[in-house]
């Protein structure tokens, strides 16, 4: 018996992913349970919330391989975190399904969907342009759109109107404008109020929101949320070949872990990993942590907590509403895409993750007052995923120095494993 089950992401539309839990998995999760198939019945009748299932394997590091459903392209306009759902439901993948062609560079031949090509805010010549344009990832040219692109972009134009119609439409209860007259002066007087009480002079809509200086000392930074390892390797077209067949793939993970009897499933030797999973990263090698899903304070030497946030808001807040200021403080300077860059061969691309500590570093500011201004740092695009690699204060790198035992909760949660062939 199995019960299938659908996860959504819920990026202002869906993003749908489906499981198909039997008894096996059951048993995994929970190893002490007597009869899985008695639990199956409670899960199909909605008896059993299945965030909890999803919550108990990550607690016992199981990991959930859910399968997207490929069931379109999705089109969202919002930015940052989503809510996850669960429930029973039936479903298919569309194996079919392919991302719809809609740019094409206008100096090479290159075509592609809109997620491959990248964003550039400076012309040819170096010069800052007042809106970013779309370039081709092979030439750095200018792109444009094709009639799929062209008709595609009529589409998200006409979701958007149509979200911004249903919000209006939804505000059925709108104030008056004696009612909101009445609103702004309560939220003047409650401004006025923190004026006064203000730990510092509350800042004007043009200054930065944090001090630009704090004194001279040590400054602990600790940055909490989801990190990723990843590597990718070379292997051999029969290993490609074995491990991607319809009968080995979902056994991938297992020779990967050296939790695979080869003997045991008569795998011909040409076709065997000769070491684990985390040995195969000779072409590329990753650590870090998820650029948009971040918790960050900052305290002093006397242990008192100056800045608590997420550290793309605390980069925004030192600089106020100097964006350009703001812009340099990060830098991408690498990205790791399988369809590109690569050269021909077989790969195995692995990446594991978890969440909770991803690291404590301190700034020993010699004397000089700490400026948050200074605090930069550089980033990956992994597979479209901006991910924090490197801290940086005042141009020197900052070591990692662990997170202290009081505030380690690190704990890993999923792993994933893909193998990829480059025929060009």
């Not at 799929?148 to 439409?169: S, T």
């Not at 895409?337 to 700034?363: A, D, R």
Request: glycine share 6%.
């Amino acid at each position: 018996m199995k019960v299938q089950v659908v996860k959504s992401e819920w990026h202002q539309v869906e993003k749908r992913y489906g499981i198909e839990i039997t008894d096996d998995l059951l048993s995994e999760i929970y190893p002490d349970l007597e009869e899985p198939s008695l639990m199956l019945v409670d899960i199909a009748e909605g008896v059993v919330d299945i965030d909890e299932i999803v919550q108990d394997a990550q607690d016992n590091d199981v990991e959930l391989e859910w399968e997207w459903l490929n069931e379109d392209d999705w089109w969202t306009d919002r930015k940052g975190g989503y809510e996850i759902t669960y429930k029973v439901a039936d479903w298919e993948v569309r194996k079919d399904y392919e991302p719809p062609i809609t740019h094409k560079c206008t100096k090479c031949k290159w075509t592609g969907d809109k997620w491959a090509t990248q964003w550039c805010w400076e012309d040819s010549e170096g010069n800052k342009l007042t809106e970013a344009v779309k370039i081709c990832p092979m030439c750095d040219s200018p792109t444009e759109l094709t009639e799929v692109g062209i008709e595609q972009q009529k589409k998200d134009e006409e979701k958007k109107a149509r979200w911004a119609k249903k919000d209006v439409e939804t505000t059925d209860d709108f104030p008056s404008e004696e009612e909101l007259a009445e609103e702004k002066k309560e939220l003047d007087a409650m401004l006025e109020n923190l004026k006064e009480s203000a730990a510092w002079p509350f800042p004007d809509a043009s200054e930065p929101s944090l001090p630009k200086l704090y004194p001279a000392g040590e400054y602990t930074i600790r940055i909490w949320g989801r990190t990723r390892e990843v590597g990718l390797g070379k292997i051999t077209k029969a290993q490609y070949d074995h491990w991607s067949s319809s009968e080995f793939e979902g056994e991938l993970s297992d020779a990967l872990n050296d939790n695979y009897d080869y003997e045991e499933n008569n795998t011909p030797e040409e076709a065997r990993f000769e070491n684990s999973y985390y040995d195969y990263n000779d072409v590329k090698s990753f650590w870090g942590f998820d650029e948009d899903d971040t918790h960050m304070t900052i305290t002093n030497s006397d242990g008192e907590e100056i800045y608590e946030g997420s550290l793309v808001d605390f980069i925004v807040e030192a600089h106020g509403d100097d964006e350009d200021a703001a812009f340099e403080a990060s830098e991408e300077v690498e990205e790791l895409y399988l369809n590109e860059y690569l050269g021909k061969g077989c790969f195995v691309f692995w990446t594991q993750g978890g969440k909770g500590s991803c690291i404590q570093t301190t700034i020993d500011t010699a004397g000089e007052e700490f400026d948050p201004r200074k605090l930069k740092y550089t980033t990956w695009d992994i597979q479209g995923s901006s991910c924090v690699n490197r801290l940086f204060y005042d141009g020197f790198e900052l070591d990692d120095e662990g997170m202290d035992s009081e505030h380690d909760n690190w704990r890993g949660q999923w792993s994933e494993f893909e193998l990829h062939e480059n025929v060009d």
